[in-house]
């Protein structure tokens, strides 16, 4: 490596968050050290130029991956956005039936943001209507025949007539949902004219965009695609002033959907996904009761003991283990902050029940991952608001306020009439916990 190419790797290490000088030149000397092992192995054996060259393709390719997963309505997309520091993510839109996989990645520099949307083959697409009719009792048909797609709407709509007077069911919902499918795909013919349809990228700056991803997009509309929308991409530059969680695109997001219904139709999908991961964030909720949401905490972790976990045991149950990070939403209300933050046995019990879900040693192994506990109690509202005013959803204005009057004993010395007083804003995102767990996953 010339003086030039260690210079260059010496500015593009000093960009990143949280690496000191004598890191940046730790690297430098490795890389020096690996150019001088190169040179001589390809004196040595010529041979091995080619598997040389291989390798370090492999290795420029890299991309570590964060997943991130939980229940429905838990909070995960504010945790994402807080943790970039904007307000990309449409938050409540991307439901579980839905089953959307989206990824985050950084854009090459100079290049505008976007949102790439990719789809269902048309055979993915007919397989997923037909385990769709299993979930809601019906026999299956083929959606990709215009036939058999008629009649099952007629059969569809007439068994919505005589369940009218009847509780809603998840039965119901799924009916609702075959129906969209059907005008989806009517609506959308020409796509498949050719075979799967190519990758659509939409400019991010357009608000319409966003609306592809929203439950209640386009609805009665023929632009409406979200059924058949297979996985969106966010192609994004950094913020100045956040630390960049995606590590110069080094790293990439990917937000699975969440438990409910669309998991059982999701759920190879994003177990291939957890099984790439370099690290994973579980959301579990505390929705200010007295104990940790067992229903969806449980859930959430008992889905991954049961699947990702499954048959690891000693050193391979450890190893998945250290990638899950466990982070607690509900911090915000503060009967919760303070029961969880007591110290007190039941208090911890609580939160001991969830973990060893995970590994029987995680609490104890994990036990300074968060502060001063093994978890991140998170607050992301007011953490997403004072880093994008602008951007953030209209409500996490009076949420920041409010949390600065209940929590004032936990701001410190600090004016509380603007939480964007640049001192009020790093206690609100101390307080939030949400730097604290960029901090910790770049750091991993």
């Known amino acids: 490596m010339s003086k030039n190419d260690n210079d260059?790797?010496?500015?593009?290490l000093a960009e990143l968050p949280f690496i000191s000088p004598a890191q940046v030149e730790q690297w430098v000397d490795l890389q020096q050290t690996s150019d001088r092992t190169r040179d001589y192995l390809i004196r040595a054996v010529p041979q091995a130029q080619l598997?040389?060259?291989?390798?370090?393709k492999i290795l420029a390719q890299r991309t570590y991956t964060l997943v991130f997963f939980g229940g429905t309505g838990v909070g995960k997309s504010t945790l994402i956005n807080a943790l970039l520091g904007r307000n990309l993510l449409p938050t409540g839109a991307v439901t579980a039936v839905t089953g959307t996989i989206v990824y985050i990645e950084q854009a090459a520099e100079g290049e505008a943001e976007s949102l790439v949307l990719s789809y269902w083959s048309k055979d993915e697409f007919?397989?997923?209507v037909r385990r769709l009719c299993q979930l809601a009792e019906?026999?299956?048909?083929?959606?990709?025949?215009?036939?058999?797609?008629?009649?099952?709407?007629?059969?569809?709509?007439?068994?919505?007539?005589?369940?009218?007077?009847?509780?809603?069911m998840e039965r119901d919902e799924y009916l609702e949902i075959?129906?969209?499918?059907?005008?989806?795909?009517?609506?959308?013919?020409?796509?498949?004219?050719?075979?799967t349809p190519p990758p659509?990228?939409?400019?991010?700056?357009?608000?319409?965009?966003?609306?592809?991803?929203r439950e209640d997009g386009f609805k009665g509309s023929q632009q409406r695609q979200i059924r058949l929308i297979k996985s969106a991409t966010f192609r994004i530059q950094p913020r100045t002033g956040v630390p960049n969680l995606l590590m110069n695109g080094y790293l990439r997001?990917?937000?699975?959907?969440?438990?409910?219904?669309?998991?059982?139709l999701h759920e190879a999908i994003t177990l291939e996904e957890m099984k790439r991961e370099d690290a994973m964030i579980v959301l579990v909720t505390d929705a200010g009761r007295q104990r940790v949401d067992e229903l969806k905490s449980l859930a959430a972790v008992n889905w991954i003991k049961e699947n990702r976990l499954f048959g690891l045991s000693g050193g391979d149950l450890d190893e998945a283990a250290s990638k899950i990070f466990l982070a607690v939403n509900g911090a915000n209300v503060r009967q919760a902050f303070d029961r969880l933050n007591s110290g007190l046995p039941e208090a911890e019990l609580e939160v001991k029940d969830v973990t060893r879900y995970i590994a029987p040693n995680y609490w104890e192994r994990y036990s300074g991952r968060g502060h001063n506990r093994p978890y991140f109690l998170v607050m992301a509202p007011p953490a997403l608001y004072v880093q994008d005013p602008e951007h953030a959803p209209q409500e996490f204005a009076s949420e920041t306020?409010?949390?600065l009057k209940v929590f004032k004993d936990q701001l410190g010395n600090v004016a509380t009439k603007d939480p964007l007083e640049p001192e009020t804003k790093e206690a609100l995102l101390k307080l939030s916990e949400v730097p604290l767990l960029r901090e910790s996953l770049i750091h991993f």
């Not at 598997?51 to 370090?56: N, T």
């Not at 048909?141 to 509780?167: H, V, Y």
């Not at 075959?178 to 075979?195: R, T, W």
């Not at 659509?200 to 991803?213: G, I, Y």
Request: a negative charge.
């Open 8 to 12: 260059s790797l010496r500015t593009s």
């Open 51 to 56: 598997s040389i060259d291989e390798a370090q």
């Open 126 to 128: 007919a397989e997923r």
């Open 138 to 168: 019906i026999d299956g048909f083929d959606i990709t025949n215009s036939g058999e797609r008629e009649q099952a709407r007629k059969d569809i709509e007439a068994l919505q007539e005589s369940r009218k007077d009847q509780a809603r």
């Open 178 to 195: 075959l129906l969209d499918c059907i005008d989806s795909y009517e609506n959308n013919k020409a796509l498949y004219k050719e075979g």
């Open 200 to 213: 659509v990228s939409l400019m991010l700056e357009n608000e319409d965009s966003l609306k592809h991803l």
């Open 253 to 264: 997001i990917v937000d699975v959907p969440g438990l409910g219904a669309g998991m059982r």
């Open 401 to 403: 306020e409010r949390i």
